[in-house]
């Protein structure tokens, strides 16, 4: 009886630990997070959908037919000046949504576990109008993540948005390091 128990409890801690977010199909595997649930939007791309999405910037995309070179390589994503890397954010100036950059910071680029990875942050100016795309409407300072990582065969990009504030910059770190603790479907276990 002592090890139906104990077999009971080894099984639900295996459930516990479990991912909530695993796409095999895209060769990525997220851990569970309470905080942050995507939502398909089509094959391999997602949407966060328990927060804002300021901007319609909040996104999640996995792609098992390039490699982070096409991060690299890809001036609309990431783009390289005075020796280093930037994430690309599109300057909007429309009648129903406005978003002006203040400040970019150059990514930080890290190898690990056989993935490289690009992280970098960006802090603007975002404004909705109300009822434009089924809104409230905003207007605020926003600071987003951008995050790329891969290797040759495989690369996961993704952007979070919030209010830059000490609660939104919270999320922001929590969002990160989730993202961050991403494997390939082919690594985990090993």
């Given amino acids: 009886m002592k090890l139906f128990y104990l077999a009971v409890l080894a099984l639900m801690c295996a459930v516990s630990s479990s991912t909530a977010f695993s ?3 895209c060769n990525f595997e997220l851990p569970e997070s309470r905080e942050f649930k995507f939502k398909m939007i089509s094959d391999c791309y997602y949407e966060i959908e328990n927060h804002t999405n300021y901007g319609g910037d909040n996104y999640l995309s996995l792609d098992d037919r390039h490699g982070i070179d096409s991060v690299i390589s890809d001036a609309d994503r990431l783009y390289l000046d005075d020796g280093r890397y930037y994430f690309s954010y599109e300057e909007i ?3 129903n949504f406005t978003r002006h950059q203040i400040e970019n910071y150059p990514a930080r680029h890290v190898f690990v576990s056989g993935m490289e990875r690009y992280i970098g942050e960006w802090v603007g100016f975002m404004q909705m109008l109300p009822k434009y795309k089924r809104n409230d409407g905003y207007s605020l300072t926003a600071k987003c993540v ?3 990582l891969g290797d040759k065969k495989n690369v996961l990009t993704t952007k979070f948005c919030a209010p830059n504030t000490s609660s939104g910059n919270n999320f922001i770190k929590k969002y990160e390091a989730l993202i961050l603790k991403a494997r390939l ?5 090993q």
Avoid at 185 to 189: L, R
Wanted: glycine share 14%; net charge neutral; proline share 0%.
């Fill in 23 to 25: 796409e095999s199909r």
């Fill in 93 to 95: 100036d429309g009648q």
């Fill in 146 to 148: 951008s995050i790329a």
């Fill in 185 to 189: 479907a082919k690594q985990v276990g």
